[in-house]
C-alpha cells in the first residue's frame, strides 16, 4: 500500500468516526430521554441500520455528494478527499465543544472550497439545491414536531406503555431515516479509498466495518452530546423526544428519497425546538439553540476556507488521476 493509499484509508476511518460522534451520538443522546429500549439500545440499532439499510435502499445521497458537486474525474478525487478532511477537522473542534453541527455542510462547505482552490468546475446548482433542501429540513422538523407535540399534549394522560411502544416505533424510523441519507456521507471516502469513485460499488462487507467504527465514534461522544442536545435546547419530557424522533424520521427520510443530503442533528434541534415551542414559548432555552445555530453557520464558511487552503497547498490537484 502506498502512502497516498494509507492516508486515504486513515481519512475514511477518521470520518466514521467523527460521523459517530457527531451524528450517531446525537441521535443516541435524544433516545436516551424516553424509557423503552435497553439502555445502549440506540447506538447499536443505529449502527446496525448504517450496515443493513444502504445495501437495501441505496445509496443515491452518498451518489450526490461523490459525483454532483464535483466530477470525481482527475483531481476530483483529491478535491474531494480534502473536503472530507476539513470537514472532519472542523467537525471534531465543535463535536468538542459538545455542539451537534451539520456534518452535510461541513461536507459541501468542504469538497466546495476544496475544488474551487484548485480551480475545478463546481456544479453550482447541486450546491444551491442541496443547501435549499438542507436549510428546508430543520424547518420541517420543527412544523412537524410541533404537529405531532400537540397531539401528545391533547392525550396527557396517556398510558405509560403507549410512550414506550411510541418511542420504540419513532426511534427504529429514525434510525433507518439517517441511514437512507445522512449517514451515507460515511461511505463517500471509503469509496475514494477503495476506488470506487467512479460509481463501481463496494464490496457488502464495507458495510458492516463502517457500522463498527461509527458505533466507536457514538459511544466515545454520547456523554458530551448527551448534555449538549438531550438537556440543552429544551427540558425534554417524553412527549418532546418523541415528538421530534419522529417528526425528524420524517423529514429526513422523505429528502432522502430525493438523493439530497440532509443533516440529522440539524433536524433533531429543529423538532425539538417545534416540540418545545408547542408548550410556551419560554419552554425553549434559546441560548443553547442560539450557540447550535451558530455552529451551523459557522460550519460550512469554515470548512469551505480550510479546503481551499489545503487545495491550495497541493499544487498538483490537477494532474491527480482516479
Not at 440499532?45 to 458537486?69: D, E, F, S, Y
Not at 424547518?139 to 404537529?147: D, F, I, M, R, Y
Not at 464558511?301 to 482516479?322: C, E, F, R, W
Request: glycine share 14%.
Amino acid at each position: 500500500m502506498s502512502p497516498a493509499d494509507g492516508a486515504m484509508w486513515a481519512l475514511a476511518a477518521l470520518f466514521v468516526l467523527a460521523a459517530g460522534a457527531n451524528d450517531g451520538a446525537a441521535v443516541a443522546a435524544l433516545a436516551g430521554r424516553v424509557p423503552g429500549l435497553p439502555r445502549g439500545a440506540a447506538p447499536l440499532l443505529l449502527a446496525a441500520a448504517l450496515a443493513v439499510v444502504p445495501l437495501v435502499l441505496g445509496t443515491a445521497v452518498a451518489g450526490t455528494l461523490l459525483r454532483g458537486v464535483v466530477a470525481p474525474e482527475g483531481g476530483g478525487v483529491l478535491a474531494i478527499a480534502l473536503g472530507f478532511a476539513a470537514a472532519v477537522a472542523v467537525v471534531g473542534a465543535l463535536t468538542r465543544q459538545g455542539l451537534p453541527t451539520s456534518l452535510t455542510l461541513a461536507v459541501v462547505g468542504g469538497i466546495t472550497g476544496a475544488a474551487a482552490g484548485a480551480g475545478l468546475p463546481v456544479r453550482w446548482t447541486t450546491v444551491a439545491l442541496v443547501l435549499a433542501v438542507g436549510l428546508a429540513a430543520p424547518l420541517l422538523g420543527a412544523v412537524l414536531g410541533s404537529l405531532i407535540a400537540r397531539l401528545f399534549a391533547h392525550a396527557p394522560v396517556l398510558p405509560r406503555r403507549a410512550v414506550r411502544a411510541g418511542h420504540a416505533t419513532a426511534c427504529l424510523a429514525q434510525c433507518a431515516a439517517y441511514a437512507a441519507n445522512d449517514g451515507q456521507k460515511a461511505f463517500v471516502p471509503i469509496a475514494l479509498a477503495a476506488g470506487a469513485a467512479t460509481g463501481a460499488p463496494l464490496a457488502a462487507w464495507w458495510y458492516p466495518a463502517a457500522a463498527v467504527l461509527f458505533l466507536a465514534g457514538t459511544l466515545l461522544a454520547l456523554p458530551r452530546m448527551a448534555g449538549a442536545l438531550g438537556n440543552g435546547v429544551l427540558a425534554t419530557r417524553p412527549g418532546h423526544a418523541v415528538a421530534a424522533e419522529g417528526a425528524a424520521a420524517a423529514a429526513v427520510l422523505g429528502t432522502g428519497v430525493l438523493g439530497y443530503p440532509v443533516s440529522m442533528t440539524q433536524t433533531i434541534t429543529g423538532a425539538l425546538v417545534g416540540a418545545g415551542v408547542n408548550d410556551g414559548y419560554r419552554r425553549v432555552r434559546w441560548r443553547a439553540a442560539v450557540r447550535v445555530g451558530a455552529a451551523w453557520a459557522l460550519t460550512l464558511p469554515l470548512s469551505a476556507a480550510a479546503a481551499a487552503l489545503l487545495a491550495a497547498g497541493a499544487p498538483l490537484i490537477g494532474s491527480v488521476s482516479t
